[in-house]
């Protein structure tokens, strides 16, 4: 289990993680969605010591990562493919890294096998594809079989069938009661893996739900009202409580009230409609409405179509 | 193209399980150094720089000592006298040593810095995230290496060295007053520059930098005490690490050097701040 008390990082001018507290479960996949820049990485290497909160803490079973006696028994991590010495063979990168924790290095070939490169075992790390180093990184966080597991957009580099390979693993490690976090820029790759999910934008909590709360929260959409007395009608739904914003095509979009209360309240104030539709955000769309702010770096015209 | 030619497989519950007693520090340090030596053996760069390091130690001890002997072969009886008075013979049979601190201080920045430039300092802290157990195996993984090199190196290039002055009959033994200290000290040199260069490395944490610093120490340095007016140049530059490390080297003692002991734990001392200030910069900085 992972968890985050107020945990802070500020660099001289940014503050990439602010005030995080949250809870990773183990036996299901936890999603950690954040647009690029948004502190997610920050936020990993925080929990695995790389770096030194500004204050707050983040635990591992309990205690901060620098106090595990047997840390990759514990917790394993794929940060940032990289992690290694291209000139190092991809058998040995593992052994060594067993050796630090007292691991049989007859475990390096074992992981190996498990994340399919067993036939490029002998090859130096640096005249492997970016999806084999991928590989060989998931093979280093699985070394120590720790019950807790960290991926830092895992997917990265890899071709389709590696994607599959990456959900079917994580999945399977959650099934086996471990805790799983992973993490990703793309809201449709964690509807697909996740079963809960942690949202942060510029470095703040935005949102810890299971991906059908998030769901149901995200798709609460609007209603769609077409009509000639458009004036007389924002009035009287506006004093119902009802949210109401002029679309671009001078239909109305209404939220708050459901679709049928929208009815309702036109035919009280005898007010004729021509149209009259549901509408639902899709889950990409809620995503990106929720962190629409928060977005570090927009593209301007991105940030102008928006308003 | 498929990444990988194996099918999806699922891990099963075959690792090791936690070991449940408690780690103690020690046996922490132990699998640290044992996960060094390790990485150390298994990148070929490394054993290169190592023999070579060997190699021309050797190699120059051997051609000093012919080029010497050649020049001695050509001299009038009477300069060949006083030859004989002011050679050291022990220090020229040992003088590779000054090229095998190239790559030996190369070597000893690039264990600190090769982390910090490839990213591999990630896994490394997450392994072992006890960053002072880290440097401290790290430390003393190089300075056994670097000391069986010396010390073998330093021994071999004494015995072809003497092999060499001989055929002049201006060879010395091991028995002679001084020579043992020098051909150990040949020995003891490389370790404790090898640290020096390990403590700047993990100070500045780029290879160029690194380098630049520990040359800039050895080599620069004592360029600029010299053009210093008299007292202040000779007296500093006694105690410049290339000058007092070299204390050792001379059978008899050396009237612009520090005395023996005393220069070579100047020298230690430099080794010894380096690494301390290096080892509490990666301790403290994000890594």
């Known amino acids: 289990m992972i968890q985050t008390r107020g945990l802070t990082k500020r660099f001289t001018r940014t503050v990439a993680v602010d005030d995080l507290t949250f809870d990773v479960l183990p036996g299901r996949v936890t999603g950690f969605l954040g647009p690029n820049g948004s502190g997610k990485s920050t936020t990993m290497r925080l929990v695995i010591g790389l770096d030194r909160p500004t204050s707050g803490a983040a635990t591992v079973n309990g205690r901060p990562y620098h106090q595990l006696r047997w840390p990759l028994h514990e917790v394993g991590a794929l940060l940032e493919v990289g992690a290694l010495h291209p000139g190092r063979r991809a058998r040995d990168h593992l052994r ?69 390979w990456v959900r079917t693993l994580l999945k399977s490690l959650a099934a086996q009661g471990r805790t799983v976090l992973v993490s990703s820029h793309l809201m449709s790759e964690m509807a697909l893996t996740a079963d809960h999910l942690v949202v942060i934008g510029r470095g703040r909590l935005i949102a810890d739900a299971s991906v059908d709360d998030f769901v149901q929260r995200a798709t609460v959409g609007w209603t769609r009202v077409v009509t000639p007395e458009r004036d007389r009608l924002c009035l009287a739904l506006e004093r119902s409580g009802a949210g109401v914003t002029v679309a671009d095509d001078g239909s109305l979009e209404v939220r708050g009230p459901d679709t049928a209360r929208v009815g309702e309240l036109a035919h009280q104030a005898g007010l004729v409609l021509h149209e009259l539709s549901p509408r639902h955000a899709s889950l990409e769309e809620a995503y990106m409405d929720l962190t629409a702010e928060s977005v570090e770096f927009h593209a301007p015209q991105g940030a102008e179509a928006r308003r | 193209m498929s990444d990988a030619p194996a099918a999806v497989r699922i891990p099963a519950g075959t690792a090791p399980a936690v070991p449940s007693a408690e780690r103690s520090g020690l046996a922490e340090l132990r699998d640290t150094v044992a996960a060094e030596w390790m990485k150390l053996r298994t990148l070929r760069s490394s054993s290169i720089t190592l023999v070579a390091a060997f190699v021309s130690m050797l190699g120059i001890s051997a051609l000093i000592c012919w080029a010497f002997a050649h020049h001695y072969a050509s001299l009038p009886p009477l300069e060949q006298a006083v030859e004989r008075v002011t050679l050291d013979a022990s220090f020229i049979s040992v003088s590779g040593i000054f090229l095998a601190q190239l790559p030996i201080g190369v070597l000893g920045v690039l264990t600190m810095s090769s982390e910090f430039a490839t990213g591999l300092v990630r896994a490394t802290f997450a392994a072992v995230p006890r960053r002072m157990t880290l440097v401290a195996a790290k430390a003393i993984v190089f300075a056994a290496v670097s000391l069986v090199i010396g010390m073998v190196g330093s021994f071999a290039s004494f015995a072809i060295g003497q092999a060499v002055l001989s055929s002049q009959g201006i060879q010395t033994t091991l028995g002679a007053p001084g020579v043992l200290r020098v051909v150990i000290g040949g020995g003891l040199y490389l370790p404790v520059l090898g640290l020096l260069g390990l403590g700047l490395g993990a100070m500045i944490r780029r290879t160029a930098g690194g380098v630049a610093a520990l040359f800039g120490l050895l080599l620069v340095l004592p360029v600029i005490a010299s053009v210093l007016p008299a007292p202040w140049g000779p007296d500093i530059q006694e105690y410049l690490p290339n000058q007092a490390g070299s204390a050792l080297l001379h059978a008899s003692g050396a009237s612009d050097l520090l005395a023996p002991w005393t220069g070579f734990g100047v020298f230690c001392a430099y080794a010894a701040v380096a690494l301390a200030v290096g080892a509490l910069l990666v301790q403290r900085r994000d890594a």
């Open chain 1, 96 to 164: 060594w890294l067993a050796r630090t924790n007292a691991i049989p290095l007859a475990r390096a070939d074992e992981t190996l096998e498990l994340v399919g490169l067993a036939s490029v075992a002998g090859r130096r790390a640096g005249a492997l594809s970016l999806g084999m180093r991928q590989r060989l990184g998931i093979a280093a966080a699985l070394l120590g079989d720790p019950s807790t597991l960290l991926f830092d957009e895992p997917v990265n580099g890899l071709d389709p069938e590696g994607i599959v």
